[in-house]
């Protein structure tokens, strides 16, 4: 079986900011497991990959591997392929060096050929350089499992791949993956990816002010349905998500000055006063006219479809047409964090409230 233990793990570079601060958990991978690792871009989800393929040291802590001689094959965001090898000596590249000719197996990579559907592609005469994008990522995991290695370590494999060729990608990557028993940790910052290959999320915010950087290792559906942060749920639920501040006090959300809305929740909240709401699209309503659709400015036909639209980093609501304010009606979960955005809970809103951040999105096209 292999494992991952990461013990109060930290990197900072030299005379610069500290980037992971007291990362701990540990991973096994007894039946194919993959972690994905998500964050913001400057989180260090690269610098972590780096760490556990032995390429950089932590400054703090400890990254250990079980075995002790686990072989990692480590793909960085961009695969090196070989212009002056064919097809199949990239493929086989392996057996050319003699570190790593003992440990090629001729099963494995043959596996991996006709599972990831490479066999027809890799006796095409033409170089690599004219391979599309997918090809040569299916190449390099090809190239990566035919010595196997007991982790697969990817850093966004899914760069410059469009959607239809991305989740193919992914589903023949998970498969095989399980069938190998392989541990995988994979780097993305995009959580439809996550929602195909997670088995768990190692979630890492970057420090802000005087928050330090923070981590979170959970189950994939725990992360989807309690993330851990705020920035955690805008990743996550992007984009069909608004994010409205308030204060919270004795079971009630207050947007100021304009309304109410009851909280309902499972636990006490360890929090109140300045918070925020992270709001799902099916939770709102503007009267009776129709739910939240999407996210992002542009125009509708339809005058009372209202979009959540981000402008300057804060989601707010707004409406096509002429109103610039409306009643809204909140009914069904939400998240609810504190004012810095580092604890929150699941809850249930139900009640009305003005938003006078109802602007037309002609403003903004």
């Known amino acids: ?182 541990l995988v940790v994979y780097v993305t910052h995009h959580a439809d990816e996550a929602r195909v290959v997670a088995d768990d999320i190692l979630y890492l915010e970057p420090g802000t002010g005087t928050l330090p950087p923070a981590a979170f290792l959970l189950p994939l559906s725990r992360c989807l349905n309690e993330p851990p942060t705020l920035q955690a749920a805008r990743l996550m639920h992007a984009p069909r998500l608004a994010v409205l501040p308030g204060i919270y006090e004795d079971g009630v959300f207050r947007l100021p000055p304009h309304g109410s809305v009851s909280v309902q929740y499972a636990r006490p909240l360890p929090f109140r006063g300045r918070c925020f709401a992270a709001i799902p699209a099916g939770s709102v309503r503007l009267g009776s006219h129709g739910v939240v659709e999407t996210q992002g400015v542009g125009r509708t036909d339809e005058p009372h479809t209202v979009r959540f639209v981000s402008v300057e980093g804060a989601s707010t609501v707004y409406l096509p047409g002429s109103p610039r304010s409306a009643r809204a009606t909140f009914c069904g979960e939400a998240f609810l964090f504190d004012g810095d955005g580092r604890q929150g809970t699941r809850i249930v809103l139900g009640g009305d409230a003005a938003i006078d951040r109802v602007t037309p999105l002609e403003a903004f096209t």
Not at 95 to 105: E, H
Not at 126 to 135: A, C, F, K, N, P
Request: charged letters at 25%.
């Open 1 to 182: 079986m292999t494992s991952i233990i990461l013990d109060d793990v930290s990197f900072a570079y030299p005379r610069g900011r500290t980037l992971l601060k007291s990362v701990s958990g540990s991973v096994r991978g007894s039946a194919g497991r993959t972690v994905v690792v998500m964050g913001s871009s400057g989180s260090g989800k690269s610098t972590l990959l780096k760490m556990l393929a032995g390429l950089l040291a932590p400054t703090g802590g400890r990254v250990a591997w079980q075995p002790e001689n686990a072989v990692r094959a480590y793909l960085p965001q961009e695969g090196v392929l070989f212009e002056h090898l064919s097809r199949h000596d990239n493929a086989r590249y392996f057996t050319r060096i003699a570190k790593l000719r003992g440990r090629f197996s001729e099963r494995a990579y043959e596996r991996a050929v006709d599972k990831l559907r490479m066999r027809a592609i890799l006796d095409q005469e033409r170089g690599v350089d004219l391979m599309s994008g997918g090809e040569k990522q299916r190449l390099a995991i090809v190239r990566a499992l035919s010595i196997e290695p007991h982790g697969l370590l990817l850093d966004e494999p899914c760069n410059g791949l469009d959607n239809s060729v991305k989740y193919d990608f992914l589903t023949e990557l998970r498969t095989l993956t399980d069938d190998l028993g392989l």
